[in-house]
Structures are given as structure tokens and as C-alpha cells.
């Protein structure tokens, strides 16, 4: 491993991104990830990148389209209302099969909402926020360091599958400052992009990139082939962590920093002779559907612990297909939940 | 035999989709023109809207790429920041460019884009069956304005070369016309001097093309082509409003 620093979570972000290779960055102002962009207005000129205020969400994700066209690494980022306007464009991308870096430093919503941290797009993100039948692949972080890595990843994912890839974070981990420890190379796997349109240099046909088709058959076509790509990443690119679920009593539900509450809890329990586990889903689509298909059978009970009215606990319901019972404990409005309210939840499932 | 007329290179030979009488295919074909005479067809890439010419991208032999409604400047942004070396066009009508899409047009042009875009005004909406659109007359009947635009109830028609002239990154602006011989003679020397500022890096060009819709404005061509004279030419002042002497 290379240098370790103290950083902000959101800067780490932009630092991985600029790692990762990418060098065209559009965006659009909104706390609390606008960092993102301080970052990337100081770095992007000194090593021949783009760093581009756009006049709104909708403007910046169509120059990240733009960009994705010329088979360049690009991204964007926002917070939750500003994802809102975003979803057109996610959309297209989807449509179009472009690889696309998008991050979500999430905040508390409806409407404006509030500027503390919140996990209530959830929905947005993993069921498809914008029109017709697309996934994006939502990857959620706990620290920063785990910032760092699954930035750089999701660059090496969207080229690979050609497909709008989402950081999924909250205002806890784009405000907070942690160690990260940058490797001295990174992982940059390199795909071919021969359908990029990049000027045709009259040396082969026109390529046309679009989302468009009004014949039926083709259109579905091309849906069967969207499909076909989700099928294979969610074969093959599910990531979770599975912390301390054997023989455990029950096991908690939670994703970024939520979970790190959690692993907090699990110890308080353990000193009062309860033994929790948990499963982080770390790539929230996919879902690691495994993982509680295989503790449903053993664990007593589930809870599901968000920072939001109750979103990943459908998944987790429908994961576990009625074999264990399933609670939901959350906070919304910007309230972190405490590690004490989590674990009087437990202790009132288990009746202890 | 010399040739003395053929189908530009830039222009595949494919049936344009295009309804009796509509001027599209007089600019695409002048688009081409100029992408061959300038010798930029294997640097350049094209944006298409959402409107008629959503599938324009299979007329033209350069790069293409298809935009959700409005937003062509802001793609065409990000493909010109990414290919700084391009040439980068937009292909945009009057409801994509003057309505849902105004604020992209704007900001591209403030910012002095090193873009060229091709504005088609023919005072309507066409593909989606004849509604007013932001350049529609005052009276005139659409099949939203079934008794005509009424300026204390629709507004007036928006002015686009006159409003994007006030922007300091506007380097070429032109408004041109179809309706006959010589004024689509100098619609293709404005489309190419705007492709030249372009490649000159001068910033932001626009060439606004006054066109006719036949279909949905219930006319055969001839009378279309008529009623852009008398009612379309004194509400769009023809001529250049920037950049005229520029050096390219």
C-alpha cells in the first residue's frame, strides 16, 4: 500500500475518480457533496481535465452522456433532489448503453428536504429512479476508505458492462473525515470502446449511439439484451460482507454508515450475551440475495436498520421469502439512528 | 462527362423519412454539402434532437448521436470537452431548442461552446401533430391554439438569434430562409461560414433556418412555401446578427 492521509470523504471521492482515470467531470452545485466539485475545479486543470459548473442537474448528466459517447471516463455527482434531475439522463445513458460514474451523497427528502444524512433513495437508486426497464449497478461504501476502492471499481464495472454505475453514500460519509490509504497503483482495467463516436478519422461506418427505435421487435430486442447484461452482473459482481452471522440470534440488515453503527451494537449485545450478526450489502444492486437465502434458514430473526422509512427491508423481505420473521428499525428527517435504539429494537424482537 | 450534380459524400444514400414538401432535406442536404467541402466528415460528430429529425443520425455519414428533448447543446458540450480536435454539430427544431431546451441553449452559447448548431424554425410543433411552439405567429392556429396564439394567453414568439445576440460567447449568428433559390444559397454560406468559426475556435455558432411544415400547417408545399414569405419573413428578420465579418 502507498500514502495514507486524512481526508473527507467526499474529497476521496474525487481523488479516486482522477485515480480511476477519469478526467471529464460535469456537475452541478447541492450539499453535501459539492466537495466532489471544489476538489475537481482545483485538480482537473493541472493534469489536462475537464471540470465544467453546469446550469443545472439536467444540463450536467447530458454532458456526461456527451462525454460517455467519446468513450472517455466521466462522472458526475449530486445530492438526492439533485439525483432527481438527474433520472432523465439515467435513463438515456441505460438506454444507450454508456459507462457512467454517478454519485449520490444522499440527504434527508421529500422535496428539499433536509441537508443531513438520509438513506431514502434507496428506491431511487436500486429500482430504477427514471422511465422504462434499466438497472444501474448501486455500489454503497461504509468508510472512506471503502470510498476510495469502490470509486475506482465502479469506473472498471461501468466500462465493462457498459452501464450507468452508482456510488451510493450518505452525508455522514461524504462530511466525514478518516484515514485512507491510496495504493501506489491502482486497478485500471482498460475495454475496448469501438462504438465510441470519436470521428469516424473515414476509416470505417458512422456509429450512432441512441436509445430510439420505433419498431417494436427491435426495441424489445434490445431490452432482452439489457436484461441479459443484468442477468450476468447479477451472477457474477454481487459484493457483501457477512460480519459475524454464525450461530448468530439474529441478524441485522444495513448498508454504509449505518452498518458501521451496527457492528457497534453487535458488540454491546455480545456483552450482554446476545449474539447479533450482519449483513452489508455492499453492491445494493445486485443484491446479495444469497446471503440471506442461506442465514434464513439458521438465524431466529432479521432487522433491518436505514436511515429512512423502511426501503432495502422489501429486499430483504424478498430475500428472505417468509422463513424468518423480518423487522425494520429507522430513523428519517436527518436522524442518525443510535446504537441504544438499535439494540433496544433487538432485544424487543428476541423478548430479552 | 463532368459531373456537375451528385449526391454529397457526407449524405448517406438511404429514403429520408421526411413528408412531401418539408424543407429538412434541403438542410440536411446543405449540412452535407459544407461537411464535405470543408473535408470534415471522418472529424465530426453530429447530435440529433428529439422532434422530426430524432433519427437523423441515419442520414449522415459522420458520427451521431441521438439527445433526450432539448438537451443537444449540453451533449454536444460534453463530446466537444472530450474531442477538443472535433467538429461537433446539433441538428435542433424550435420546440426542442426554444422550449424544453432553452436553458441548454443559453448556457452553451454563454459559455462560448466551440459548437455549431442548426436551428430549424418552422413555427410549430411536427412530430408530435401540429401544437404551438415558442416560434409560433400571433393568430396562428395550432392544434393547441385551435382559435390562434393570443399573446395575453400564449405569449409572443421568442426571438432566438435576437435573444442569444446579447450573449458575449456567441460568436456566428444567422437567420436564413428556404423559400427559394437564392435564400437557400445563402442558407448553406451561413451554415459554412458557422462550421468555420467552429474550426476556428471562435466560440458558439448558430444558423436559424426558417422552414415550412405543409402537413401540419395544412398547406400543400407550394402554399407553404408562400405563407413562410408572407407571414413567417416579417416576424423573423432575415440576415446576419453576429459575426458576420469575423476571420475564419
Same mark, same amino acid.
Given at each position: 500500500m502507498g500514502e495514507k492521509l486524512l481526508m473527507k470523504g467526499n474529497e476521496v471521492i474525487a481523488e479516486a475518480a482522477i485515480r480511476a482515470g477519469c478526467r471529464h467531470y460535469f456537475?452541478?452545485?447541492?450539499?453535501?457533496?459539492?466537495?466532489?466539485?471544489h476538489y475537481m475545479a482545483k485538480r482537473m486543470p493541472k493534469i489536462g481535465g475537464v471540470? +465544467?459548473?453546469? @446550469?443545472?442537474?439536467?444540463? &450536467?448528466?447530458?454532458?456526461?452522456? =456527451?462525454?460517455?459517447?467519446? %468513450?472517455?471516463?466521466?462522472?458526475?455527482?449530486?445530492?438526492?433532489?439533485?439525483?432527481?434531475?438527474?433520472?432523465?439522463?439515467?435513463?438515456?445513458?441505460?438506454?444507450?448503453?454508456?459507462?457512467?460514474?454517478?454519485?449520490?451523497?444522499?440527504?434527508?427528502?421529500?422535496?428539499l428536504g433536509g441537508i443531513l444524512p438520509a438513506q431514502g433513495d434507496y428506491f431511487q437508486a436500486v429500482k430504477g429512479g427514471g422511465h422504462g426497464d434499466f438497472k444501474m449497478l448501486v455500489l454503497a461504501p461504509c468508510s472512506v476508505q471503502e470510498l476510495?476502492? +469502490?470509486?475506482? @471499481?465502479?469506473?472498471?464495472? &461501468?466500462?465493462?458492462?457498459?452501464? =450507468?454505475?452508482?456510488?451510493? %453514500?450518505d452525508g455522514t460519509l461524504g462530511q466525514m473525515m478518516e484515514a485512507v490509504e491510496f495504493k501506489d497503483e491502482e486497478n485500471i482495467v482498460h475495454y475496448e470502446k469501438n462504438w465510441a463516436t470519436n470521428g469516424t478519422n473515414m476509416e470505417r461506418d458512422h456509429n450512432i449511439i441512441t436509445s430510439i427505435d420505433t419498431n417494436p421487435e427491435i426495441l424489445e430486442s434490445w431490452n432482452l439484451r439489457l436484461q441479459d447484461k443484468y442477468k450476468q452482473i447479477t451472477e457474477n459482481e454481487v459484493r457483501v460482507e457477512e460480519y459475524n452471522c454464525d450461530g448468530a440470534d439474529l441478524i441485522v440488515a444495513a448498508y454504509g454508515s449505518v452498518a458501521?453503527?451496527?457492528?457497534?451494537?453487535?458488540?454491546?449485545?455480545?456483552k450482554e450475551g446476545i449474539k447479533v450478526g450482519l449483513i452489508r450489502p455492499i453492491t445494493l444492486w445486485p443484491f446479495p440475495v444469497n446471503s440471506f437465502e442461506k442465514y434464513a434458514e439458521v438465524t431466529k430473526a432479521f432487522l433491518t436498520v436505514e436511515m429512512s422509512a423502511g426501503q432495502m427491508v422489501e429486499d430483504v423481505r424478498l430475500a428472505v421469502n417468509g422463513k424468518a420473521p423480518v423487522s425494520f428499525y429507522g430513523r428519517t428527517g436527518g436522524i442518525i439512528p443510535t446504537q441504544q435504539e438499535i439494540l433496544d429494537k433487538i432485544k424487543s424482537i428476541l423478548n430479552r | 462527362m463532368a459531373t456537375v450534380f451528385k449526391k454529397p459524400h457526407a449524405l448517406r444514400d438511404v429514403p429520408l423519412h421526411y413528408c412531401p414538401?418539408?424543407?429538412?432535406?434541403?438542410?440536411?442536404?446543405?449540412?452535407?454539402?459544407?461537411?464535405?467541402?470543408?473535408?470534415?466528415?471522418?472529424?465530426?460528430i453530429g447530435v440529433s434532437p428529439v422532434g422530426c429529425t430524432y433519427n437523423?443520425?441515419?442520414?449522415?455519414?459522420?458520427?451521431?448521436?441521438?439527445a433526450s428533448h432539448g438537451r443537444a447543446p449540453a451533449v454536444a458540450t460534453g463530446i466537444r470537452r472530450a474531442l477538443p480536435d472535433k467538429t461537433v454539430f446539433t441538428y435542433q427544431g424550435d420546440g426542442d431548442l426554444a422550449a424544453i431546451g432553452t436553458a441548454e441553449i443559453v448556457h452553451a452559447a454563454t459559455r462560448g461552446e466551440k459548437i455549431t448548431t442548426i436551428f430549424v424554425n418552422n413555427a410549430i410543433y411536427g412530430m408530435t401533430s401540429g401544437q404551438m411552439a415558442p416560434t409560433t405567429l400571433l393568430n396562428q392556429v395550432t392544434t393547441t391554439t385551435p382559435y390562434g396564439?393570443?399573446?395575453?394567453?400564449?405569449?409572443?414568439?421568442?426571438?432566438?438569434?435576437?435573444?442569444?445576440?446579447?450573449?458575449?460567447?456567441?460568436?456566428?449568428?444567422?437567420?436564413?430562409?428556404?423559400?427559394?433559390?437564392?435564400?437557400?444559397?445563402?442558407?448553406?454560406?451561413?451554415?459554412?461560414?458557422?462550421?468555420?468559426?467552429?474550426?476556428?475556435?471562435k466560440g458558439f455558432s448558430i444558423v436559424e433556418i426558417?422552414?415550412?411544415?405543409?402537413?401540419?400547417?395544412?398547406?400543400?408545399?407550394?402554399?407553404?412555401?408562400k405563407w413562410l414569405q408572407e407571414n413567417m419573413l416579417p416576424v423573423y428578420q432575415l440576415g446576419n446578427f453576429k459575426g458576420k465579418d469575423l476571420e475564419v
Open positions: 456537475g452541478y452545485p447541492i450539499t453535501p457533496q459539492t466537495e466532489v466539485a471540470f +465544467l459548473q453546469a @446550469e443545472s442537474e439536467v444540463a &450536467a448528466i447530458n454532458m456526461v452522456y =456527451g462525454a460517455a459517447c467519446t %468513450g472517455v471516463r466521466v462522472m458526475t455527482s449530486s445530492s438526492s433532489p439533485g439525483i432527481s434531475l438527474k433520472q432523465e439522463g439515467i435513463s438515456y445513458i441505460a438506454g444507450a448503453e454508456l459507462p457512467a460514474v454517478i454519485v449520490n451523497i444522499m440527504r434527508a427528502g421529500p422535496g476510495y476502492e +469502490l470509486t475506482v @471499481e465502479a469506473f472498471n464495472l &461501468a466500462d465493462k458492462y457498459r452501464i =450507468g454505475t452508482m456510488i451510493l %453514500g458501521r453503527i451496527v457492528k457497534n451494537v453487535i458488540k454491546m449485545a455480545q | 414538401g418539408c424543407t429538412h432535406g434541403i438542410v440536411h442536404r446543405l449540412i452535407s454539402e459544407v461537411i464535405d467541402e470543408l473535408g470534415i466528415e471522418g472529424s465530426t437523423n443520425y441515419l442520414y449522415f455519414n459522420c458520427d451521431m448521436v441521438q396564439r393570443k399573446a395575453d394567453l400564449h405569449g409572443f414568439p421568442i426571438h432566438v438569434c435576437e435573444m442569444l445576440a446579447t450573449l458575449e460567447g456567441t460568436a456566428f449568428i444567422e437567420r436564413v430562409s428556404l423559400h427559394d433559390i437564392k435564400n437557400i444559397n445563402n442558407a448553406k454560406k451561413a451554415i459554412k461560414k458557422a462550421f468555420e468559426v467552429q474550426l476556428a475556435g426558417l422552414s415550412t411544415c405543409p402537413s401540419n400547417w395544412g398547406l400543400n408545399p407550394l402554399e407553404a412555401m
